[in-house]
Every structure is written in C-alpha cells, then in structure tokens.
C-alpha cells in the first residue's frame, strides 16, 4: 500500500506559481519597482538594482525560502526568472 507525501518530501519541488507569489512578497517590500509591469527577464540593472540592492533582494529571498545561495549561484544571477527557476529546482528551498 503507498504511504501518503508528508508536506516536506526531499523529491518535491516548490510550484513556480508558489515561488513567483512569495519573490513577489519580497519585492514589495523593497519598493523600488512596480510590480505590475516588472519584467522579470530584465537584467538587475535594467530594473534599477545596483548591486547593494541586489545583495539586499537576494538575500532576503535566501530568508524567505530557507536557503542560502553559494557564492558562485549568487553572484552569477543576471535577472528574477532566473532565480525563481533556481528555487523551483532546489530541493533546498521551502
């Protein structure tokens, strides 16, 4: 008989959906761009990120999921779709 998923499997994946949502959350707390017209395929510094922003957004997105990026992840992260595919592919991240 298969057991029932606990909500914390090391196979599962969080839902791009899910991950977008919560990025989202962060963002707005920064304040430096309108959401709704973000484009998350944008380099940092077309959408006005120097890089002690983008030090403060990464990090508080390693807070939100409960990851830490490794240095080389971190500093090689160009653009937000990037790193919301990271996340949705780390079994790291809840």
């Known amino acids: 008989m298969p057991r029932d998923k606990g909500p914390l499997e090391a196979d599962d994946y969080l839902c791009e959906t899910e991950v977008q949502t919560r ?3 962060v963002l707005h707390t920064f ?3 309108d959401l709704h017209t973000l ?4 380099d940092f510094e077309q959408i006005g990120l120097d890089s002690l922003d983008q030090t403060g957004v990464l990090t508080s997105l390693e ?3 409960h990851t830490v990026f490794e240095d080389r992840v971190f500093e090689n992260f160009r ?3 990037q790193v919301k595919r990271f996340i949705t592919t780390d079994h790291n991240c809840f």
Do not use: G
């Open 23 to 25: 990025m989202s959350q």
């Open 31 to 33: 304040r430096l761009f």
């Open 39 to 42: 484009d998350w395929e944008a």
């Open 63 to 65: 807070h939100e999921f």
């Open 79 to 81: 653009n937000l779709n």
